[in-house]
């Protein structure tokens, strides 16, 4: 029995470590690591045009058309259920990359600027935007618990709540019956909810 218990031990502990990543790369796309639904992912994301994007398998995948004359850096962790991202250096013109991960994932974003489209994530969020355009798909307003947005400056659009403001220190909250929370807030720009 002791035989039997030790072999589980171990064999459990490979599978751990099996799915665990720590990947740093330059200038290098795409990067991937295994990623099992229903975790949580940290991102820190330098300014860009940046996707977040849901997926049906069980990665976590960054993409982007590498420079030579910028060194765009990526860094990725990953380990059970919780991966940590950071994204530098990326060109402060027309950069495009595009993340994706397990649609059923809790995501914790911030951005410095420019436009973030977090796209078919079912989960928890709490994303932030200092400059630009956040545009977030937070699904059935029946699935959310509870749902804050804010923008200091700028538009608020969140056609599910047939809400819609304009103008300085903006905001809304409301509760509902579902399980996932929604925080979104953007410091100057355009916040839309869908």
């Known amino acids: 029995m002791r035989t039997v218990l030790l072999a589980l031990t171990c064999f459990s502990a490979v599978l751990l470590v099996g799915q665990s990543a720590n990947i740093e ?3 290098k796309s795409p990067i991937e690591a295994k990623f099992a639904p229903g975790g949580r992912i940290r991102m820190s994301l330098c300014p860009g045009g940046i996707e977040v994007i849901g997926k049906d398998d069980g990665r976590l995948r960054v993409s982007y058309e590498p420079r030579r004359d910028h060194e765009v850096r990526v860094r990725l962790e990953a380990s059970g259920g919780q991966a940590d991202l950071k994204v530098t250096g990326c060109p ?28 078919g994530i079912t989960g928890d969020k709490d994303v932030e935007l200092h400059f630009g355009q956040l545009t977030m798909d937070i ?32 905001s809304f909250e409301r509760s509902g ?9 953007v410091g100057a720009g355009q916040l839309e909810l869908r």
């Open 25 to 27: 790369e330059v200038n």
């Open 92 to 119: 402060n013109n027309n950069f495009k990359m595009t993340i994706e991960v397990p649609k059923s994932s809790d995501l914790y974003v911030r951005m410095m600027a420019g436009q973030l489209d977090v796209l």
């Open 177 to 185: 019956p579902g399980k996932y929370r929604v925080r979104a807030h």
């Open 139 to 170: 699904g059935k307003p029946d699935d959310i618990r509870s749902v804050a947005a804010s923008v200091n400056s700028g538009d608020l659009e969140a056609s599910a709540y047939d809400v819609s403001k304009g103008g300085l220190f903006r």
